[in-house]
């Protein structure tokens, strides 16, 4: 089904609501992943362990051995990067803006340039900078070295509600424009993110035939075919706790597929996603046409409130 749909599922994204009311029959992604070997992450060792459960993994910090551990660079998560008083302010502040519909039951809140990965187009559209009330948290990827020449051009609000069976599929973000270090935010609920090895028998897919153009510039080298095999007919799982900041960044980032499963959306969830630029448009070819989109970057967008 290729048409839009009222809840905003198109294609093969689908929702509860359109599964019922179109007779959608989805597959479950949850229980085709369920069949490789599952690796959980403990973000005190910063290294995964035999598992599906993160919080049980997490609970059993104390008894792990790392020569048990599998290891898999790019990946960053600080907990608590948020207080508990700012995250219950953030979530009344992201509620006054308007949320608009998105696709596989999320609610979006969009700040950016308009972008065609197909075509490879970019063009400002809209774009007037972003909400005020969220400057704060730009502002202290500075504390974080990973993060401290981070520019943001691309901020977004997801929200995943259970009722509505939210969820993300499996997928890498877009090579043409969006950089490196793909930053979430977690403001509100638990959940987990899930990465399986890429079959990059596309190259075309997501536009990853552009990064050879790039990747010398990484900040985490790729990992060779011979690295990649060991992660083949797994499943890695790192959870997204309330509060948290999670950075994936290298091999995380390009050659694994990242998603949100259904069944691990079990209350309210939002988190703030920050996208940078690649590198051709901060000094490439097009620098030109991303300093454009950099010239409207500002935070003059207010709440419905005041």
């Known amino acids: 089904m290729n048409t839009l749909r009222p809840c905003g599922c198109k294609g093969v994204r689908t929702c509860l609501s359109c599964e019922q009311n179109f007779h959608i029959e989805k597959p ?101 900078g972003f909400p005020a009330v969220t400057r704060y948290v730009q502002q202290r990827f500075d504390s974080v070295p990973l993060l401290r020449n981070f520019q943001t051009i691309e901020q977004c609000s997801l929200e995943y509600e259970p009722s509505k069976g939210a969820s993300i599929d499996p997928h890498v973000d877009d090579c043409w424009i969006w950089g490196e270090r793909v930053v979430t935010v977690n403001c509100l609920g638990n959940a987990v993110l899930t990465l399986s090895l890429y079959d990059q028998k596309l190259p075309g897919k997501y536009n990853l035939d552009l990064l050879p153009e790039y990747k010398k510039e990484l ?17 890695l799982r790192i959870p997204m706790n309330n509060l948290s900041l999670i950075v994936l960044y290298g091999p995380s980032r390009y050659q694994f597929e990242h998603s949100v499963l259904r069944e691990d959306v079990i209350e309210r969830r939002v988190c703030i996603a920050y996208r940078e630029f690649t590198p051709m448009y901060i000094d490439g070819l097009d620098k030109d046409k991303g300093q454009l989109v950099r010239d409207r970057v500002n935070w003059t967008i207010k709440s419905n409130l005041t």
């Open 28 to 128: 479950s992604l949850q229980q085709q992943l369920q069949q490789l070997e599952s690796w959980a992450y403990c973000t005190q060792c910063k290294t995964f362990y035999p598992g599906w459960d993160t919080q049980a993994v997490q609970a059993a910090h104390s008894e792990h051995n790392l020569t048990d551990s599998l290891t898999l660079p790019g990946i960053y998560v600080q907990e608590q990067f948020l207080s508990s008083a700012e995250g219950s302010q953030l979530i009344a502040d992201l509620d006054d803006l308007p949320w608009d519909i998105s696709q596989s039951g999320r609610r979006k809140q969009n700040y950016g340039p308009k972008t065609n990965f197909k075509k490879r187009r970019l063009q400002l559209g809209s774009f007037e």
């Open 219 to 235: 900040l985490e080298p790729l990992l060779t075919h011979e690295q990649l095999a060991g992660f083949k007919d797994k499943v």
